[in-house]
């Protein structure tokens, strides 16, 4: 997957707007920075969904250090992420057995 798969989508304005990239069934939320803050299936809602946290450490600021809400980032998250340009080694240590 490339970034240019995914939608973009924004609503609202100035420091309230909410910014999203799409590839169904999920969405990613960004800041203002890009930087992926957390995820959500189109279905369920936040019910399937989780924070994502980056660069914690200081040293590489596109690397996933944390997530939660789930056990296992599902994979397409994973991979939406990468096409947006974030390192997401940390997830790929998991399990994947059911987090399609």
């Known amino acids: 997957m490339q970034r240019s798969d995914l939608t973009y989508k924004e609503s609202g304005t100035g420091e309230h707007t909410l910014r999203w990239y799409e ?5 990613v939320f960004v800041d203002s920075d890009g930087v992926p803050m957390c995820f959500e299936h189109h279905e369920h809602g ?3 969904g989780g ?3 980056f660069g914690l450490d200081g ?4 690397a996933l250090r944390d997530y939660d809400g789930v056990y296992n980032l599902p994979k397409k ?3 939406m992420c990468e096409a947006l340009g974030f390192n997401m080694d940390y997830a790929k240590d998991d399990d994947y057995a059911e987090a399609e």
């Open 23 to 27: 590839s169904d069934p999920w969405s």
């Open 59 to 62: 040293h590489n600021d596109n």
């Open 46 to 48: 936040d019910e399937y």
């Open 77 to 79: 998250v994973i991979v």
């Open 51 to 53: 924070g994502l946290w």
